[in-house]
Antibody, heavy 117, light 107 residues
């Protein structure tokens, strides 16, 4: 059974950089599309972008283009989400999920990012 | 950009009731790429329905999806205590779009 494992919770100050990860466990993920989804406190789900782990082809939501960088390491089938300068408004839970046939069929447990001075 | 509007925002029902959740698209979308998700507090979302009407693996039969074009429905028959949660519709067309969610709460 494919599972997604995400890096642990982070507490950062405004202006700091951060890179969080999402990898597969159990059976190999193989080459798949991985989506990143933001959920701000008490709010709904927002798609940030998607990356194909095979060749790092990346699609960004217009809302997040230029705000984050999505990358992947094919050799370890891991996707990353990074910020160069965090803001308090980046405080949220960040989920990764496998995109298969248009469905987000496997989800990671989420990484809570807290940005506070 | 297609917008998915879910209604109602909150549904107050009792166990055993039937929940009917709506997802309306601002333009026609392909049924093949319309999904529904359940999210419980403190948990990641879980895929319930794909292709507008196909239950995902392990999803009980009381969950059913229907619709086409711009109007889609998730029906939960005979609500169980564990069904009280937030439900999202989602559409894929190269990009991913989520509806705003419907909270199903205990009356």
């Amino acid at each position: 059974e494919v599972q997604l494992v995400q890096s642990g919770a982070e507490v950062k100050k405004p202006g700091e950089s951060l890179k969080i990860s999402c990898g597969g466990s159990g059976h190999s993920l193989g080459d798949f599309w991985i989506a990143w989804v933001r959920q701000m406190p008490g709010q709904g789900l927002e798609w940030m972008g998607t990356i194909y782990t095979g060749d790092s082809d990346t699609r960004y939501s217009p809302s997040f283009q230029g705000q984050v960088i999505i990358s992947a390491d094919k050799s370890i089938t891991t996707a990353y989400l990074q910020w160069s300068s965090l803001k308090a408004s980046d405080t949220a839970m960040y989920f990764c999920a496998r995109l298969l046939g248009g469905d987000l069929d496997v989800w990671g447990p989420g990484t809570l990012v807290t940005v506070s001075s | 950009e297609i917008v998915l509007t879910q209604s109602p925002g909150t549904l107050s029902l009792s166990p055993g009731d039937t929940a009917t959740l709506s997802c309306r698209a601002s333009q026609s979308v392909s049924s093949s790429y319309l999904g529904w998700y359940q999210q419980k507090p403190g948990q990641a979302p879980r895929l319930l329905i794909s292709g507008a009407s196909t239950r995902a693996t392990g999803i009980p039969g009381r969950f059913s999806g229907s619709g086409s074009g711009t109007d889609f429905t998730l029906t939960i028959s005979r609500l169980e205590p564990e069904d009280f949660a937030v439900y999202y519709c989602q559409r894929y067309a190269g990009s991913v779009t989520f509806g705003g969610g419907t909270r199903v709460e205990i009356k």
